[in-house]
């Protein structure tokens, strides 16, 4: 098994991902604001989508499942981050 430096990074960015997450879901339950919710979900599935794709690492025969999972995901987070600019507190 051997990784390449696009592997690297996009662990990383998960693992960033996941403590942005964290850090923004602690927020949330202080301070109960909807945006902080919206921004903390957008991230752990930022976070989900790294691994799902990092996944090559361990399984590399998996098909086209996987690219087309990430790319609903990438809807979800932006549709997340979107609600998050416009929604009322």
């Keep these: 098994m051997e ?3 696009d592997e690297i990074i996009r662990v990383l960015s998960s693992l960033l991902a996941l403590a ?3 850090i923004s879901a602690i927020a949330y339950l202080r301070e109960r604001r909807r945006k902080l919710m919206l921004v903390s979900a957008a ?3 930022y976070a989900l989508k790294g691994f799902l794709k ?3 690492i361990l ?5 086209d499942i ?3 999972t990430a ?3 990438d809807f ?7 609600s998050a600019m416009v929604v009322k507190e």
């Design 3 to 5: 990784l390449d430096l």
């Design 43 to 45: 991230f752990f599935f």
């Design 66 to 68: 996987i690219d087309v």
């Design 54 to 56: 990092a996944s090559d």
């Design 71 to 73: 790319n609903l995901l």
């Design 76 to 82: 979800v987070i932006l549709l997340l981050f979107f």
């Design 59 to 63: 399984i590399p025969q998996k098909g």
């Design 20 to 22: 942005i997450f964290t």
